[in-house]
């Protein structure tokens, strides 16, 4: 009989959990959607090929997202090319190389798990500090590529690692049993084999990057330019820069507009996901 009765209360017990995650999950889809509906039912009007190619204006009939567009662009590639091959370098570092045993690899672990959880404002004031005043970049596209570098590190690193820690040890030990170096093993058979959960990882990193607005203020973003940046050492602003700056506006024509601007982000942040979806798929099919 009690064992009975504790088999309903587990049965119980997970239908209700199982219907409170479910309704956890209808909830945030139902926000989601509402968002969603509001931005396009706003912006979808103001979407044409003339709002893409247009300067910012005071004047909202004229007003464009070109140099928020190409400095997002500019920021988002140059911050691949840096935090991609340092993050990745990493984890190869950690996992396969690394004394794990030892005290320099447990602090580096405990740290790098730790700036992960970090605020993206304080990643804002280390850029200023280090990249615009003591190396004396300035507020420029480097400065900021090289503050949300930072603050997308610590997500590729661990993301790495799990994949790099899922290749079973038997390729490993296989691929030295045959004779060939580590440096062989690892970018032969270890790379191609943990690349889905690397790009993945890395994809959803600099998505992250590219919705990030607070510390690019602290670096010397404008919100408002009329001019195309040329190179890295140019001023710049960016789509959620110039979102924010529309949405601080009091006129309803402002809003419009950055819901205009949040369409086009989403398109960008879908394509770039799609991107990921198809080289990973590609990877696994290799790999099978």
Request: hydrophobic share 55%; glycine share 8%.
């Amino acid at each position: 009989m009690k064992s009975s009765k504790r088999h309903q209360r587990r049965l119980l017990l997970n239908r209700l959990f199982e219907w409170i995650f479910f309704s956890t999950i209808v909830i945030a889809m139902l926000v989601l959607g509402s968002l969603l509906f509001d931005i396009f039912s706003r912006g979808i009007s103001g979407l044409d090929w003339s709002f893409i190619t247009s300067m910012p204006s005071s004047r909202p009939t004229k007003a464009g997202i070109l140099p928020a567009l190409l400095g997002t662009l500019w920021v988002i590639i140059l911050t691949a090319l840096i935090a991609l091959p340092v993050g990745i370098g990493t984890a190869i570092y950690l996992e396969e190389y690394a004394n794990k045993k030892s005290w320099f690899f447990k602090v580096l672990n405990l740290n790098i798990a730790n700036l992960a959880g970090v605020p993206a404002i304080v990643y804002g004031i280390l850029g200023l500090t280090v990249f615009v005043q003591l190396l004396k970049f300035g507020p420029t596209i480097l400065a900021g590529a090289l503050t949300l570098s930072l603050l997308i590190l610590p997500v590729i690193i661990v993301a790495s690692i799990e994949a790099i820690r899922a290749v079973p040890n038997s390729i490993r030990e296989g691929s030295l049993a045959l004779g060939v170096t580590r440096w062989q093993t690892i970018t032969g058979a270890i790379l191609p084999m943990a690349m889905p959960g690397i790009l993945t990882g890395s994809i959803l990193a600099l998505s992250r990057a590219m919705g990030e607005a607070a510390p690019l203020i602290m670096v010397g973003a404008v919100g408002f330019v009329t001019f195309l940046p040329d190179s890295i050492t140019d001023r710049y602003t960016v789509l959620p820069m110039l979102i924010y700056n529309w949405t601080s506006r009091p006129q309803d024509e402002f809003a419009q507009l950055a819901a205009s601007g949040i369409i086009v982000m989403l398109i960008i942040l879908m394509l770039t996901n799609l991107t990921a979806i198809i080289l990973r798929n590609r990877s696994q099919q290799r790999i099978d």
